[in-house]
């Protein structure tokens, strides 16, 4: 009796990497691509219509990020289990994407390597980490998405200028130069926007920076 293979919607806004995973997923003669899409929203509605086993999910996507289409999909009750692709290494990437009801992380120049096997591990109920990962451990306890919805509207439209550019990684300094104050207004105003949002550290307000979205698109200049 033939194998059931394995249902799978790809989203990444690189043409030419979907060609590769898709060929590479294919040859394993165990999973089906059943669409492949550039955007987040494209995505979303794929895996509505389509409700594939696996989603494989770019974190960073025009429209809609990675882990805003799995916070949509999680109102939905959707069975399919996502695989989130990303060229972040760092801890606060790996627990958000988790966070979002993610059961797989695999590093985009690894992928080739092992996009198979995460796609086998999630679809038999695991969990898959890259195995180029710095640290192959569980998720850490993660901030909570509840922050985010009703706590935001609290914040200045200044507020949120700062808290985007020191989730990029600007000094207090830069982020004055840019915005035409002193670094102690905006250490001051930052202070007060952490407060707001019982955010206690960068990495924080990294996490909360990608629930928002608020790091889709280009990184400003410095």
Same mark, same amino acid.
């Given at each position: /009796?033939?194998?059931?293979?394995?249902?799978?919607?790809?989203?990444?806004?690189?043409?030419?990497?979907?060609?590769?995973?898709?060929?590479?997923? =294919?040859?394993?003669?165990?999973?089906?691509?059943?669409?492949?899409?550039?955007?987040?929203?494209?995505?979303?509605?794929?895996?509505?219509?389509?409700?594939?086993?696996?989603?494989?999910?770019?974190?960073? /996507?025009?429209? /809609?990020?990675?882990?805003?289409?799995?916070?949509?999909?999680?109102?939905?009750?959707?069975?399919?289990?996502?695989? /989130?692709?990303?060229?972040?290494?760092?801890?606060?990437?790996?627990?958000?994407?988790?966070?979002?009801?993610?059961?797989?992380?695999?590093?985009?120049?690894?992928?080739?390597?092992?996009?198979?096997?995460?796609?086998?591990?999630?679809? =038999?109920?695991?969990?898959?980490?890259?195995?180029?990962?710095?640290?192959?451990?569980?998720?850490?306890?993660?901030?909570?998405?509840?922050?985010?919805?009703?706590?935001?509207?609290?914040?200045?439209?200044?507020?949120?200028?700062?808290?985007?550019?020191?989730?990029?990684?600007?000094?207090?300094?830069?982020?004055?130069?840019?915005?035409?104050?002193?670094?102690?207004?905006?250490?001051?105003?930052?202070?007060?926007?952490?407060?707001?949002?019982?955010?206690?550290?960068?990495?924080?307000?990294?996490?909360?920076?990608?629930?928002?979205?608020?790091?889709?698109?280009?990184?400003?200049?410095?």
């Amino acid at each position: /009796m033939p194998r059931t293979l394995i249902h799978v919607v790809l989203a990444d806004d690189h043409p030419v990497f979907r060609h590769g995973v898709t060929s590479l997923i =294919a040859d394993s003669g165990e999973i089906v691509v059943v669409a492949s899409v550039e955007t987040g929203a494209a995505a979303y509605r794929a895996i509505v219509q389509h409700e594939p086993d696996v989603a494989i999910l770019d974190i960073n /996507m025009p429209e /809609m990020n990675g882990v805003a289409v799995l916070r949509h999909l999680a109102r939905t009750g959707t069975r399919t289990q996502a695989i /989130m692709l990303s060229v972040y290494e760092s801890r606060v990437y790996i627990d958000q994407a988790f966070e979002a009801g993610a059961r797989g992380y695999v590093l985009k120049r690894s992928a080739f390597q092992n996009i198979a096997s995460a796609v086998r591990a999630v679809h =038999a109920g695991g969990i898959y980490l890259d195995p180029a990962l710095p640290e192959r451990t569980a998720p850490h306890r993660r901030l909570s998405s509840s922050v985010d919805e009703a706590a935001c509207s609290t914040l200045s439209e200044r507020e949120r200028d700062i808290l985007r550019f020191v989730a990029f990684g600007f000094t207090s300094k830069e982020v004055a130069d840019r915005l035409g104050a002193t670094p102690k207004a905006i250490e001051t105003q930052k202070a007060r926007a952490c407060t707001k949002l019982g955010l206690a550290s960068r990495a924080q307000i990294v996490q909360f920076a990608i629930l928002q979205g608020w790091l889709h698109g280009e990184i400003p200049l410095r």
